[in-house]
């Protein structure tokens, strides 16, 4: 099983340097978990760069996969991690569905890092060195 976080969804739907590493899981739908909060943060960030149309097409490519609502269980193992981690309030909920569903999550996202069952890729800098 698969998770793609926020990052990895608009690195895809973007076409960037990291978009390759996150083909391969997203081509494999059976195994593709999406929580429902990676919706609301690429829905959001897509709306604010592009527009409705847009925002609306990337939330219909991500429910191709199964996509997994918060509950209470969730919610409450998800504020366990957060303090644990020092993770911020997405990233827990996504960490958690990830250790509930037996998922690998494929992100750039920083905040993950160093946690086992992740596949971690690094921002590509541009021409000026800033992270993209």
Do not use: C
């Not at 996150?22 to 429902?36: E, R, Y």
């Not at 760069?49 to 199964?66: C, S």
């Amino acid at each position: 099983m698969n998770i793609i976080d926020s990052s990895g969804w608009l690195e895809y739907f973007a076409d960037g340097s990291n978009a390759k590493h996150f083909q391969h899981p997203l081509k494999d739908i059976a195994s593709l978990i999406v929580p429902v909060v990676t919706i609301y943060e690429v829905f959001k960030v897509v709306l604010r760069e592009a527009d409705d149309n847009e925002a609306l097409q990337a939330a219909a490519a991500m429910q191709k996969g199964t996509v997994v609502d918060m509950t209470v269980n969730l919610a409450i193992a998800a504020s366990k991690l957060s303090l644990q981690l020092k993770l911020p309030m997405a990233d827990s909920i996504i960490l958690a569905t990830a250790q509930a569903f037996d998922a690998t999550i494929w992100t750039q996202d920083s905040d993950f890092k160093n946690i086992p069952g992740v596949k971690f890729f690094s921002k590509k800098s541009n021409k000026t060195g800033q992270s993209e």
